[in-house]
């Protein structure tokens, strides 16, 4: 019975699963480890070689071509904005060319009506003063689309530096003595006439304090003095000690005109210029004289003689310099057409019912937000 029992256990069969020993295990973990270490690692196919090296070169390919691609949305970015840049220049100074000649023409215009009203006043009477139509300071004019600012001056309310000169070339004393008053009541020194006297005159012999063309030639760089009537205004810049802040002192009570005949109207001048003019007028008259020039201007020598104070008898010889009518007047003009701005002034010289412009030059002397004074 003990024997069966024992067979029996020796032929039944081994449940896979089921737990080895712990010792067989340990052996066949150990023999596992053997044929492992000793079995050849597998070696790809050729085909698969031949595969993974056409995926790497696919995706260094495509690597590439990203490169590419980006470089070129850069530089047609760059060209893109660089094109747009250059365009919306040129559209700007297209734009502004065109509001510059637009207030060009403009100013132009208002030069025009300016020479129309001095025209007109030689209907209207014999004299010139600040009380005419083309004295009076009007509103700017709007026309299209910009506005004209135009204002009128006598020119021959200023001392004219070529009537220092006489038509032989020599000085004109009586002259020379308003000029030297005037730069005194300028606070200048009269010693600026030297230097004046010698551009104007035909002879090479220095005043005491003036420069001939020795001097001029001197320079860095050299140049020869006029020894003629001055041109422009802008000549003073030449001549020896009329620098930029002794013009400026002079602007408002000087000026240059081709005729060297010329006299000074006393209804439009400044104070200081009558007071040059006529040094033995005492302050107060003149000043009298001033004031109420512009409802009653002087009509003539007798009137002003009258109304100066002069002896009726007595000859003024100052009273030969000055008139009451004026042939030469300035014309500024201002034109403005968002947002460019042109400035013009132009001397016209009047004769008769003719007005005919002397020069013309850009300037920009007026605010188009001034109004009527």
């Known amino acids: 019975m003990r024997h069966q029992s024992r067979l029996k ?57 990203l490169v590419t691609v980006l470089l070129a949305v850069t530089l047609l970015t760059v060209v893109v904005v660089e094109f747009t840049y250059s365009a919306q220049v040129d559209h700007h100074l297209t734009y502004n060319a065109l509001k510059a000649l637009q207030a060009t023409c403009l100013a132009r215009s208002g ?10 006043d030689t209907q209207n009477s014999g004299i010139d003063s600040l009380g005419d139509d083309w004295a009076r300071a009007l509103p700017p004019l709007p026309a299209g689309e910009g506005v004209v600012l135009v204002r009128v001056s006598d020119e021959q309310s200023k001392l004219n530096l070529n009537a220092l000169r006489n038509t032989s070339g020599t000085i004109n004393g009586r002259w020379r003595e308003v000029a030297a008053r005037l730069f005194a009541l300028r606070d200048l020194d009269p010693g600026l006439l030297d230097p004046l006297l010698d551009w104007l005159d035909g002879d090479d012999f220095p005043e005491p304090r003036g420069a001939e063309q020795t001097h001029y030639l001197s320079l860095t760089p050299p140049y020869t003095p006029r020894n003629g009537p001055l041109l422009t205004l802008g000549e003073l810049g030449l001549i020896e000690g009329f620098t930029p802040a002794i013009r400026a002192r002079l602007d408002e009570v000087i000026t240059v005109l081709p005729n060297n005949n010329s006299k000074i109207n006393v209804n439009t001048a400044p104070l200081e210029v009558l007071a040059a003019l006529f040094p033995s007028v005492d302050q107060g008259t003149l000043e009298r004289f001033f004031r109420s020039r512009v409802e009653t201007p002087a009509h003539g020598p007798n009137d002003l003689r009258e109304r100066l104070g002069f002896d009726p008898r007595a000859p003024v010889d100052a009273l030969n310099l000055a008139d009451v009518r004026s042939e030469f007047f300035a014309i500024h003009a201002l034109a403005t057409v968002a947002p460019i701005s042109q400035g013009l002034t132009v001397i016209v010289q009047r004769r008769a019912a003719a007005v005919t412009p002397i020069y013309w030059h850009p300037a920009s002397l007026l605010s188009v937000s001034e109004g009527t004074t």
Do not use: H, W
Not at 26 to 53: I, N, T, W, Y
């Open 9 to 65: 256990l020796f032929i039944m069969p081994i449940r896979y699963g089921s737990p080895l020993p712990l010792r067989e295990r340990d052996r066949v973990r150990g023999c596992s480890a053997v044929s492992q270490s000793v079995r050849p690692s597998p070696q790809p196919s050729p085909v698969l070689r031949e595969r993974e090296k056409n995926r790497e070169g696919f995706t260094q390919e495509r690597g590439a071509a």
């Open 111 to 120: 030069v025009n009506l300016a020479m129309l009203a001095l025209k007109k």
